[in-house]
């Protein structure tokens, strides 16, 4: 099946840095990727939604300065968190979609859990 | 944003099947209902998708109404191991097919 790699699993970082998190398709091209937030006993919230070559576009209320996306290639799509906050701390999880439109699944990667001290 | 509504939690005695509803009163002809689970601090995990017709596959079966406004996933024989969040989604039909997640079903398996 549709593999969907996530890294790094855990980071802890100091408030003021910024976070890199990469979401990989490793064995099929990825036309759409999705970034989701997971809050502790809540469910997943959709950030944003990332085409390759083309500027990602965000949900409501969530801020593109700060949740910098980038969808470089068919396999690759990037999340980074700037200047993070103790806020920021959350659960984040990447999906993919290939090219069968909304008759294909999203596959999820494993999540990333972002602690900023 | 999510079209879906389901009950907060289920109990299932283990060996026996589970059901899970889902109501998604304002679907659009053209948009599929799709379940994931998931299991603590793990990525959602595909189940079973479909559009009209009801579906099987190795993990569960799909039943959609007639009319389309509600679903119910069937896990035929619960394990322990099936103890997750079940979600219902409605795949938007507009604008990159976003997904968006509801507030799921804790579905707790017990032997």
């Known amino acids: 099946g549709a593999v969907v790699s996530q890294h790094p699993s855990r980071v802890i970082c100091k408030s003021g840095t910024s976070v890199k998190i990469e979401c990989r398709s490793l064995?099929?091209?990825?036309?759409?990727m999705f970034w989701y937030r997971q809050f502790p006993k809540k469910s997943l919230m959709l950030m944003a939604t990332?085409?390759?070559?083309?500027?990602?576009?965000?949900e409501q209320g969530v801020e593109k300065d700060k949740f910098l996306i980038n969808h470089a290639s068919l396999t690759l799509s990037t999340l980074t968190v700037t200047s993070a906050h103790p806020e920021d701390s959350s659960f984040y999880i990447c999906?993919?979609?290939?090219?069968?439109?909304?008759?294909?699944?999203?596959?999820f990667g494993n999540g990333t859990r972002l602690t900023v001290t | 944003d999510a079209k879906t509504t389901q009950p907060t939690s289920m109990d299932c005695a283990e060996g026996r099947a589970a059901n899970l509803p889902c109501n998604h009163s304002?679907?659009?002809?053209?948009?599929?209902v799709y379940w994931y689970r998931q299991i603590h601090s793990q990525g959602p995990q595909y189940i079973i998708h479909?559009?009209?017709n009801n579906e099987t596959n190795e993990m569960a079966s799909l039943i959609i109404t007639e009319d389309r406004k509600s679903s119910t996933l069937i896990l035929p024989h619960a394990t322990l191991r099936d103890t997750a969040v079940y979600y219902c989604?409605?795949?938007?039909?507009?604008?990159?097919?976003?997904?968006?997640f509801g507030s799921g079903t804790k579905l707790n398996v017990k032997p």
């Open positions: 999906s993919a979609t290939g090219t069968g439109g909304r008759n294909s699944p999203l596959h």
């Open positions: 064995d099929f091209q990825a036309t759409t």
């Open positions: 990332s085409n390759e070559g083309s500027k990602a576009t965000y």
């Open positions: 304002t679907i659009s002809g053209n948009e599929y």
């Open positions: 479909g559009l009209k």
């Open positions: 989604i409605v795949r938007v039909g507009n604008n990159f097919n976003k997904f968006y």
